[in-house]
């Protein structure tokens, strides 16, 4: 169980350098717009992305 989820880690910090590697103007311009949301749509950008988390897990079982 250690092993996956150190494994886990190690595919979200891979696929959170992609963007700054293959596209930095891009990537600075995106996390300044989202410096400019309120608080409320930054949570449900984090909701999303954990439903979607649990979809993508559930349905590879």
């Known amino acids: 169980m250690r092993s996956i989820v150190i494994a886990a880690l190690g595919m979200v910090l891979i696929f959170e350098g992609v963007m700054p ?34 979809i993508i897990i559930q349905v590879n079982r």
Do not use: C, E, Y
């Open 21 to 54: 590697v293959i596209a930095p103007r891009q990537w600075r311009n995106t996390l300044l717009k989202l410096t400019q949301l309120s608080d409320g749509q930054v949570r449900w950008i984090g909701v999303l992305a954990m439903v979607l988390g649990i």
